[in-house]
C-alpha cells in the first residue's frame, strides 16, 4: 500500500471522527444554567471547544487507520465475509 493510499484512508477517517464526535461534551446554555443572548439558537453550544474536538478525532483516526491497515495486511475481514448476495451465477 502505497504512502498516498494511507494519507488519504487516514483523511477520510478523520473528517468522519470529527463530525461523528462534534456532539460529544457539548452543552447548551440551558443545560449550563447560564442565560442565552438574544437571538441564541437554543441548541448552540456554550463550551465549545474546537481543539478537543481535533486531539479526539486525531486519536479515534489514528487507531481507525492502523485497524484498516492491519486488515489490509493480514486479511482478517475480505471482500467475501461480506458479501450479502452470495456468488454470482455464471
Known sequence: MAITSVI???ALFWVMS???LLPFGVRTADE???EKIPGQADSAPVNF???RV??????LS?????LYIAN???GW?????INIWGTPPS
Open 18 to 20: 470529527a463530525f461523528l
Open 77 to 81: 475481514i475480505t471482500i467475501d465475509d
Open 8 to 10: 488519504a484512508i487516514y
Open 62 to 66: 489514528a487507531a481507525l487507520t492502523a
Open 32 to 34: 449550563a444554567g447560564v
Open 54 to 59: 481535533v486531539l479526539r478525532a486525531t486519536i
Open 49 to 51: 471547544r474546537p481543539g
Open 72 to 74: 489490509w495486511f493480514e
